[in-house]
């Protein structure tokens, strides 16, 4: 089972729109938890850390529920340059972080 | 800051050669790790280091060696060259565990065995 498991997608969207992506992790002693945002042939940055509280970030939103082993995001008033790849990333106790494939995002005007 | 830089951007082997990809972070960060991205693919990790001296296999090392002799390089190296290895390769540097820590990812060294 892989460790982590998102929908690629695409998901093509107009300007303006709402999108929200899931992603589910397996294992249960995970405690660190990320999206990140890839642009085409660009390297991974850092979109925001996911707490269990949630957190939001302007127009981006994150929540955990660690129950279910999910994470998702949520996407308002979509702008054109939202269009990424999104990557979910998760982290055990030690060092290493599993990434996900990506979900693919397109704003369309 | 730079942050994290990488060398070569592009290169093509023959099957069978071996080379170096460079990784260098000014952020003194003590966490580096290599990665590798096959196209469609989530990012796999290669090797890893806590440290100056320490190193450590990630999910998939076979085919490559790293070493750490600084905090700031962290080379990976490629040996015989196989057509599996076609890949982009991204280092990346984190600082040490706190409530959040991000990781920092250079450009990307795109490889083709060939």
């Known amino acids: 089972r892989k460790e982590v498991e998102q929908d690629p997608g695409p998901f093509n969207v107009p300007e303006g729109a709402t999108v929200a992506f899931n992603c589910t992790y397996s294992?249960?002693?995970?405690?660190?938890f990320f999206w990140y945002r890839q642009d085409c042939r660009k390297e991974p940055k850092l979109l925001m850390s996911?707490?269990?509280s949630g957190n939001e970030d302007g127009r981006f939103t994150a929540q955990l529920n660690r129950a279910s082993q999910y994470i998702s995001l949520l996407i308002r008033d979509s702008k054109l340059s939202d269009s990424a790849t999104y990557l979910c990333?998760?982290?055990?106790?030690?060092?290493?972080?599993?990434f996900g494939t990506g979900t693919s995002l397109t704003v369309i005007p | 800051n730079a942050g994290v830089t990488q060398t070569p951007k592009f290169r093509i082997l023959k099957i069978g050669q071996s080379m170096t990809l460079q990784c260098t972070q000014d952020?003194?960060?003590?966490?580096m790790y290599w990665y590798r991205q096959d196209p469609g693919m989530g990012l796999k990790l290669i090797y890893y280091?806590?440290?100056?001296?320490?190193?450590d296999k990630g999910e998939v090392p076979n085919g490559y060696n790293v070493s750490r002799s600084t905090t700031e390089d962290f080379p990976l190296r490629l040996e015989l060259a196989a057509p599996s290895q076609t890949s982009v390769y991204f280092c990346?540097?984190?600082?040490?565990?706190?409530?959040?820590?991000?990781?920092?990812f250079g450009p990307g060294t795109r490889l083709t065995v060939t």
């Open positions: 990346a540097s984190s600082p040490p565990r706190g409530r959040t820590y991000e990781q920092y």
């Open positions: 294992n249960s002693a995970s405690q660190s």
């Open positions: 996911v707490y269990s």
């Open positions: 990333v998760v982290a055990h106790t030690g060092n290493q972080f599993y």
């Open positions: 952020m003194n960060h003590n966490y």
């Open positions: 280091s806590v440290g100056a001296g320490i190193t």
